[in-house]
Each structure stands twice: as C-alpha cells, then as structure tokens.
C-alpha cells in the first residue's frame, strides 16, 4: 500500500494553512517565531482577510517574515513600525494593519514609538515578541532582559546597579488611554498556542471597531541566544520568565 493512501488530509492531525508559503524559514529550530508566524497566518485565514490585511515588519529576527505570509507587507526602519502602521492605517482604515517586533526593537530604539502611538489609540494590532535578549546581533542584553540573566553584553549577569531593571513594557502600555486590549501570552505547548491564537484574534477583531491599539506579547525563546536546546529554552523560560512576566490578560475595555 502506497503512504499517501494511509496519510490522507482528512486524517492529518497538522495541515498547513496556504497562507504560509513554502519558503524555509531562517529561524533556529525551537524558534518561537514560527510558531507565532502560523498563528497569525491561521487567524488570518479563517477571518478571511488575506486581501484586507497589511504587516509591518522592522529590523531583527523577524525582518524576513513577509518571506513566509502570503500577505501585503511593508518594512520599516529599525523601531519605527508603530510609525509606519499609523499612516498605513490612517490611509487605509479599511486595512487590518499589524506590526510584529521582537523586545530589542519594540522596547528599546522603537519605546518612544510605540508609547506614543498605544497614547493616541491607533487602530492597529502591535505583536510583540519578547525572549529577553537581541536575537539577531549576536545575544546583547535587551531592556526586557531578567536581572541575573546571562548575555553578551552582561557576561555576569544584568545588575540592576549597573544596567537598570527589566522592562515590562506590555504593564506601561496598559496605563496608555488609547489601549484597547493589553495581554501576554506564550507559545510553549498546544494550550497555549490555542490562548495566543485567541488573543490575536481579537486584537484583530478590535481594529476594525475602532476600539484603539491592541497589543499581545508573546512570551518566547531565544534557544541559541540563551545556549540552551529548545526543550532546556522552554523550561528556562518557565521557571524564570512566567514568574516575572506574569501571563493573561491585562487589560480589556
């Protein structure tokens, strides 16, 4: 018997959505992008606004990420995707527009543009992937990264003398008036992954009833960044980041 009569669709326990195209995706395996990329690419589709819908993506690791969404995209400068979706949005209000930034773009040279357009209360969804380090220069510490926490730039640990304390950038954006919905969620396990889902969903959701900005944090690894494999990431990620990073929803208007 041939395998493609015993791996049917319908028996499929995973199907790609046809909105990730077939392009391989650069990310490192155990990678939380990914994971996040066919998130968005599901909700898209079952919302069915391929054609309604624009992402803005920045510098870092998620530069390329109109590789592998069959969505219209533009890219910004380094932080100044907030920027970009506002005039995009403004342009377009008919548009579902996006922004996906990691937590070296969003909470550090992009902070002023994101609080300024959360304060103004665009209508556009900012997708904020935080795992607590730059990702793609090389492991440098991140406003995000947890005290004691071991990166390039912090050989010894953060120290809050020294480097500040973390940022819980997605606790500053709730106290914005112009924000809508503020949650955090992770992408570890399939519970989650369904939670996310969720989450973005609505976001979307509010953009469109002219609510103000929604933004999800994803809680993720960086398993090459924190030299750890992907299984020892998603424990380390558990044990320090949940605790600090605490989970759920925010805030909801």
């Known amino acids: 018997m041939d395998i493609k009569d015993i791996i049917k669709p319908e028996n499929k326990v995973y199907g790609k959505t046809p909105l990730l195209t077939d392009a391989v995706m650069h990310y490192c395996p155990g990678c939380t992008h990914g994971v996040v990329h066919k998130i968005i ?125 973390p940022m819980k950038i997605t606790e500053i954006v709730a106290q914005l008036e112009g924000t809508c919905y503020v949650t955090r969620q992770s992408a570890q396990n399939p519970a989650a992954v369904r939670k996310a889902k969720k989450a973005i969903r609505k976001a979307f959701e509010n953009s469109m009833m002219n609510k103000g900005t929604s933004f999800v944090e994803i809680v993720s690894t960086c398993n090459s960044g924190w030299k750890l494999t992907p299984v020892k990431a998603n424990k380390w990620m558990e044990e320090n980041m949940f605790p600090f990073y605490q989970l759920g929803d925010i805030k909801d208007r």
């Open 41 to 165: 690419a599901e909700v898209i589709e079952e919302m069915g606004i391929q054609d309604k819908t624009i992402g803005i993506s920045p510098v870092g690791c998620a530069v390329l990420a109109y590789n592998y969404i069959d969505i219209d995209w533009e890219q910004s400068a380094h932080g100044r995707a907030p920027a970009l979706a506002t005039a995009t949005k403004r342009l377009n209000p008919e548009k579902y527009v996006f922004t996906y930034q990691g937590d070296g773009d969003l909470a550090s040279i992009g902070c002023g543009e994101v609080m300024h357009a959360c304060n103004r209360g665009e209508n556009i969804v900012i997708i904020f992937i935080n795992n607590a380090i730059y990702g793609m220069t090389g492991g440098q510490m991140a406003p995000t990264t947890l005290l004691g926490q071991v990166t390039a730039t912090t050989p010894y640990g953060r120290r809050a003398d020294l480097n500040g304390y």
